[in-house]
């Protein structure tokens, strides 16, 4: 089954810029979607099709895509970006959703 | 405002079956395909099951083809799953989801409910 690889976790310190990565064969072919979760709350859409964002959330939320891998960046962290963050794609066909395990973001 | 509410989570043995349901309010709801995400304790995000916006088109993750179908009625402004022979690994919280593009179901999920557990044990 299809696969997308992230990093178990990422520290940064107040004010320094984050970065993410998401590894996946079909990310070339298939748009990728970002999500912040924090702690006992649903999910929340930070990134839509590898570059764009939602309304409603800060400039500082930005993604790119680069042949199998998209990356979210954090620019100017703030202890309120403290979260998991979760890629997640499409296989090949463009029918199975699936997600990558996961990144740990620590403000430190 | 949008908004999706899911009910229906409890404590369930093994093998015994449930279903959740995953009201939306705030949007034409029959114009969205929808997901259902689960999330099982101290792990990430799972996706489980899309169907379209007509009901017509449903896809299911392997870890639970054959054992859940989702489904929907527009009427009522629904969404479903009905989750048979249940196992300890389907404890999780389930949220259901929006589709980001309408009719086509593509996108994102840019709308989530709150979610509800599901504990299965004996």
């Known amino acids: 089954s299809y696969e997308l690889t992230q990093p178990p976790s990422v520290s940064v310190s107040p004010g320094q810029t984050a970065r993410i990565t998401c590894s996946g064969d079909?990310?070339?072919?298939?748009?990728a979607y970002w999500y912040q979760q924090k702690p006992g709350q649903a999910p929340l859409m930070v990134i839509y099709?590898?570059?764009e964002r939602p309304s409603g959330i800060p400039e500082r939320f930005s993604g790119s895509s680069s042949g199998t891998t998209v990356t979210l960046t954090i620019s100017g962290v703030q202890a309120e970006d403290e979260a998991d963050y979760y890629c997640?794609?499409?296989?090949?066909?463009?029918?199975?959703?699936?997600f990558g395990g996961g990144t740990k973001l620590t403000v430190l | 405002q949008v908004q999706l509410v899911e009910s229906g989570g409890g404590v369930v043995q093994p093998g015994r079956s449930l279903r959740l349901s995953c009201a939306a309010s705030?949007?034409?709801?029959?114009?969205?395909?929808m997901h259902w995400v689960r999330q099982a304790p101290g792990k990430g995000l799972e996706w489980v099951a899309v169907?379209?916006?007509?009901?017509?088109?449903?896809y299911y993750a392997d870890s639970v083809k054959g054992r859940f179908t989702i489904s929907r009625d527009n009427s009522k402004n629904t969404l479903y799953l009905q989750m048979n022979t249940l196992r300890s690994e389907d404890t999780a919280v389930y949220y259901c989801?929006?589709?980001?593009?309408?009719?086509?179901?593509?996108?994102?999920?840019?709308?989530w409910g709150q979610g509800t557990t599901v504990t299965v044990s004996s």
């Open positions: 989801a929006r589709a980001q593009v309408e009719q086509t179901g593509s996108g994102g999920m840019d709308v």
């Open positions: 705030g949007f034409t709801f029959s114009n969205y395909a």
């Open positions: 169907i379209s916006h007509d009901g017509v088109n449903k």
């Open positions: 079909a990310l070339p072919k298939q748009y």
């Open positions: 099709k590898d570059t």
């Open positions: 997640q794609s499409t296989d090949s066909s463009a029918t199975y959703r699936v």
